[in-house]
């Protein structure tokens, strides 16, 4: 039999080229492994999972549904009806998590040549979903100590582009993952009507910890280029059956809906969509207690004077005395997962820190004191 050793390296001449933006591309990879049994403050993941009327409507599946497609019917309007907003069922979109519609986006929108304007450091996915359409990004950084949104610098690049052509896509999250920097909506909504040529996307995964959304503002007719992305990854803990919304003018979500499979999103997290959807008051419950822990965590950090930075989001920043790597390994050892932010610009050396409960936060915050050996 013949070698079959497995290998990334491109095959030689012969073989199928993908395209050069592909070949050139480092696929975005998260440490998703042997995560199960440990404390999960790495992914900003709802941590004690979702709803129990979620858990009761998977286990009522039958068994016939999961031989035939998927039924989509009626969700967009349970979305909006979640929303409580006067919204069109053709103004929501469905996606098998917010990454698929980010995907979608660049696909329908990104094309070569064109650029993707953002900030730095920001979410991960952005910049591979740019690249594989060989779009240029103009990643602009957020403002000093307190990691300010750079607002000033943005509308310059998206009003006045040294190119002469507007970006194609500008991506704001807000607030920021992983610095939590948070933007008024009406200075997105201002940025969107100003660049009409431009498609504005905001990814508000994280706004239900800061209440900033630009949903209940938003005129999607006034600004037909503004759209929203919405998950259930994170609130309301449906982060593994994979489940995302974007929201925005009809025609817009039109021709993102264009470049997705037809049964992309698949029956369980269907179902488990119209039950959380349903139990709103337990996200929110969640979503209080989550508030609450990142207010006890910031006063320790303040009060041990740790330098560390927290504003909106599931999530903060904590800077270690010691090698952050072996803070993370004996935070590891210790069953408690964090994520390292080695290489990231601005926040190099820092450790994101997701927020659970009050509960799981004294446990991280003892393990820290700990191997940190700060005062008890
Ligand atoms: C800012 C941001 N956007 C999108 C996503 C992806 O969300 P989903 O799980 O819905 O694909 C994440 C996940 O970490 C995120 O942090």
């Avoid at 009406?186 to 949903?215: C, H, K």
């Avoid at 010691?322 to 926040?347: F, H, N, S, W, Y």
Wanted: charged fraction near 15%; proline fraction near 7%.
């Amino acid at each position: 039999m013949s070698d079959q050793s497995v290998s990334n390296q491109a095959p030689q001449a012969g073989f199928p080229q993908p395209r050069p933006e592909v070949e050139r591309l480092h696929a975005y990879s998260a440490p998703l492994e042997g995560r199960r049994q440990m404390l999960r403050l790495d992914f900003n993941e709802n941590t004690i999972g979702p709803s129990p009327q979620v858990v009761e409507a998977l286990r009522a599946i039958p068994a016939d549904h999961i031989a035939i497609y998927p039924e989509y019917d009626g969700l967009q309007q349970a979305v909006i009806a979640n929303l409580g907003l006067p919204l069109h069922p053709q103004q929501v979109g469905l996606f098998n998590g917010v990454d698929a519609a980010i995907h979608a986006i660049f696909h329908a929108y990104g094309d070569r040549g064109e650029t993707l304007l953002t900030t730095s450091p920001t979410f991960g996915y952005y910049s591979p979903c740019a690249q594989m359409q060989g779009m240029a990004i103009e990643a602009i950084p957020y403002e000093g100590e307190t990691f300010a949104f750079p607002l000033a610098a943005i509308r310059e690049a998206l009003l006045h582009p040294r190119s002469g052509q507007p970006p194609r896509l500008l991506l704001i999250c807000n607030p920021n993952n992983p610095t939590g920097t948070r933007l008024a909506p009406e200075r997105i909504l201002e940025l969107a009507a100003a660049a009409p040529q431009t498609l504005v996307v905001v990814d508000e995964l994280y706004e239900a910890f800061t209440g900033d959304s630009v949903m209940s503002l938003a005129d999607f007719n006034a600004t037909p280029n503004l759209l929203v992305l919405r998950s259930l990854a994170k609130t309301a803990g449906l982060a593994g059956l994979r489940i995302g919304f974007a929201i925005g003018h009809a025609a817009v979500v039109d021709r993102i809906s264009r470049v997705t499979g037809p049964y992309d999103i698949n029956s369980f997290a269907v179902t488990a969509a119209f039950a959380a959807l349903k139990d709103q008051a337990y996200v929110d419950d969640y979503v209080a207690q989550v508030i609450e822990a990142r207010a006890w965590m910031a006063e320790q950090l303040r009060a041990a004077g740790v330098r560390h930075h927290v504003e909106g989001g599931n999530y903060l920043l904590i800077w270690p005395q010691g090698d952050p790597a072996a803070v993370d390994q004996a935070l590891r050892e210790a069953g408690i997962l964090v994520r390292a932010m080695t290489g990231k610009p601005l926040i190099d050396g820092s450790l994101r820190v997701s927020i659970g409960t009050l509960e799981q936060m004294q446990r991280f915050w003892a393990a820290y004191q700990r191997i940190e050996a700060l005062p008890a």
